[in-house]
């Protein structure tokens, strides 16, 4: 595989260690990675232990095999998720371990496969991560998720180019996104994160009732509960307040829309690459809050089952700022990667909401969440939406209207 500098790497490794995650000393780390990524896998490993990591433990993937098992396992194979699995992730949890996903897959792994297949894979392992998914979901633990280039995914983005100048290119548009050409990328990120603080801070303040959505192939209402929260850039553990960042790289404010209160039509602005296999030019209409109405040009069949998993992958747990001056978004590329391409555009989510979005939601019962309008489900799927031709308007409570975003931008000033 393709790799750059070895300083580079080490600024990428240490970036996704100490802002990442924010490694504790004595602190357990669990990595998550593929064996593509292997050798910057074990710079990250070995940077841990140099931090006073108490042990480091990786969970291996390979995309070859996985592609296999999914051709030739029966779907009730692909539907048992063996019970140590689920034990060993809440073990990690549980002793307070820190948990970083490399993440390097080509978007096309699952092209062909049966989508009942995947739908049963997918659904049968949310279910069996169900808790470990609750201390990420309420950030009981520090988690965070980067992304390395390998072939198939460079050169899905950079089509014609050779493998070893795709990820060339790839390599480079990670490090500019996630600021790793900067001098001090932590110094770097700390701006970004007061940024980000700043517009979730002015947004809690205003307490929108609703949100209006306009754009080509998108008029949508969204109606926000009473006492949500707007989160985005660093977050802080439940209990031992330590901040880290979910994401990187990441440009958006986030919260949780109310699950019952949702209207319109919403076309997406970017294709999903959910599960192996891309979802594109999809179309959404909702009435209170559940999805009535669906068509995709591609991909419409994957995009069905997605719906189908259970009663809530049909409404909302998620709605995200983000400006088009974001670097994701300038670059111009579309990188068939979640991680990146919603941090080019606003964007929905799919599926289960983030129980810290609610005021004390990380306490609440399913039903105390639902009574609130905090939508429960197997599934959170992100979609992009967003462009430069969006408009956002938000309701007050006294049903005044003012413009939160134009033409994409912000505007609002959050000084």
């Known amino acids: 595989m393709r790799m750059p500098s070895q300083d580079k ?3 990428y490794a240490e970036l996704a260690l100490r802002t990442g995650v924010n490694l504790q000393e004595q602190q357990k780390l669990m990595i998550n990675s593929t064996i593509e990524g292997a050798e910057f896998t074990r710079i990250v490993a070995r940077k841990a232990f140099e931090m006073g990591a108490e042990d480091v433990h990786i969970n291996w993937s390979d995309d070859e095999l996985t592609r296999m098992k999914y051709e030739y396992a029966s779907q009730e194979t692909l539907s048992e998720v063996p019970e140590w699995q689920q034990q060993k992730f809440t073990y990690f949890a549980e002793q307070g371990a820190a948990i970083l996903s490399i ?5 096309d792994l699952l092209k062909g496969i049966d989508a009942g297949k995947v739908a049963a894979a997918n659904k049968a392992r949310s279910e069996a991560m169900s808790t470990f998914r609750n201390y990420t ?7 965070s998720i980067v992304s390395i280039p390998i072939p198939a995914w460079a050169q899905k983005i950079f089509p014609g180019e050779s493998e070893e100048t795709a990820q060339d290119k790839l390599w480079e548009q990670i490090f500019s996104i ?9 110094a770097a990120w700390e701006e970004h994160n007061e940024t980000l603080i700043k517009a979730r801070e002015y947004l809690n303040k205003k307490q929108y009732s609703k949100l209006v959505y306009k754009a080509p192939g998108t008029d949508l209402e969204v109606a926000l509960p009473k006492g949500h929260i707007w989160k985005g850039g660093p977050a802080t553990t439940e209990k031992e307040n330590i901040q880290f960042n979910p994401n990187m790289p990441t440009e958006e404010v986030f919260t949780a829309p109310h699950k019952y209160g949702v209207d319109g039509k919403v076309t997406c602005t970017k294709p999903l690459n959910y599960g192996g296999n891309v979802i594109d030019g999809f179309t959404l209409t909702f009435k209170e809050g559940k ?3 669906f068509s995709a040009e591609e991909g419409e069949e994957t995009l069905k089952h997605l719906l189908d998993t259970d009663e809530g992958s049909r409404r909302l747990g998620e709605l995200a700022l983000v400006p088009h001056e974001s670097p994701i978004s300038q670059s111009g590329l579309i990188f068939y990667n979640t991680l990146y391409d919603e941090n080019a555009s606003c964007h929905l989510a799919l599926g289960k909401a983030y129980p810290n979005n609610m005021t004390g939601g990380s306490d609440m019962s399913e039903e105390e969440l639902d009574q609130n309008g905090i939508n429960h489900s197997l599934s959170h799927v992100d979609f992009m939406m967003g462009s430069d031709k969006l408009d956002i308007d938000g309701i007050l409570e006294d049903g005044s209207k003012e413009a939160v975003m134009r033409q994409g931008s912000w505007a609002i000033s959050f000084e």
């Not at 993440?103 to 978007?107: F, G, I, L, N, W």
């Not at 979901?137 to 988690?143: K, S, V």
């Not at 996630?178 to 932590?186: A, C, G, L, S, T």
């Open 137 to 143: 979901m309420n950030d009981r633990l520090q988690w």
């Open 178 to 186: 996630v600021r790793v050409d900067q001098k001090d990328p932590i």
């Open 9 to 11: 790497l080490e600024k």
């Open 291 to 293: 999805v009535t109405d």
């Open 103 to 107: 993440r390097s897959t080509d978007p």
